[in-house]
T-cell receptor
């Protein structure tokens, strides 16, 4: 079956512009996660959606970052007034909520470059 | 999450077993050992996890020492497609994954 898909695969933008990154999770997965991975850095948690529960936004680095998940499926991560330090690979993952061990399936990522 | 220590890099020959060590001496009783890998330009991929018993699936085997302070991921017959960065993560149940530097494994023909 289809895995997690993300679009665009690459995005180059100018400092100060807004960007939207899209994630299509695996069908039937109730949990959705956003992470980012900067060059040479590890994985950084951003936000977690689970069904109709309030999302865990504790990892969002600033109020310029926001995310929504419509209809319990597709999610969009929005970064407003982008800064150069926002340059990173943004990864989306999804999982079955009731998996005890929390195996997360990742998409290929969106590489964001802020000039 | 407990701190883990992995070698920076290792090479292995195609067709041979690759044994990837991980030290986690401060692991708590409720923390699991997870392994993920990340092939260049792809998203991370779950491999296996365990609590205290050895585990095996279609991808790999996980051997955890009796005191749980270290573990070894075994890829039984490494292929060129197994070239990747391998991450050992020790954590309790939860959804916030975080990776350290991992081990860069290069499988050579």
């Amino acid at each position: 079956g289809a895995g997690v898909s993300q679009s665009p695969s690459n995005k180059v933008t100018e400092k100060g512009k807004d960007v939207e990154l899209r994630c299509d999770p695996i069908s039937g997965h109730t949990a959705l996660y956003w992470y980012r991975q900067s060059l040479g850095q590890g994985l950084e948690f951003l936000i977690y959606f689970q069904g109709n529960s309030a999302p865990d936004k504790s990892g969002l680095p600033s109020d310029r970052f926001s995310a929504e998940r419509t209809g319990g499926s597709v999610s969009t991560l929005t970064i407003q007034r982008t800064q150069q330090e926002d340059s990173a690979v943004y990864l989306c993952a999804s999982s079955f909520r009731d998996r005890g061990y929390n195996e997360q399936f990742f998409g290929p990522g969106t590489r964001l470059t802020v000039l | 999450d407990a701190k883990t220590t992995q070698p920076t890099s290792m090479d292995c020959a195609e067709g041979r077993a690759a044994n990837l060590p991980c030290n986690h001496s401060t692991i708590s009783g409720n923390e699991y050992v997870y392994w993920y890998r990340q092939i260049h330009s792809q998203g991370p991929q779950y491999i296996i996890h365990g609590l205290k018993n050895n585990e095996t699936n279609e991808m790999a085997s996980l051997i955890i020492t009796e005191d749980r302070k270290s573990s070894t991921l075994i890829l039984p017959h490494a292929t060129l497609r197994d070239t990747a960065v391998y991450y050992c993560i020790v954590r309790a149940m939860g959804y916030k994954l975080s990776f350290g530097a991992g081990t860069t494994v290069t499988v050579r023909a």
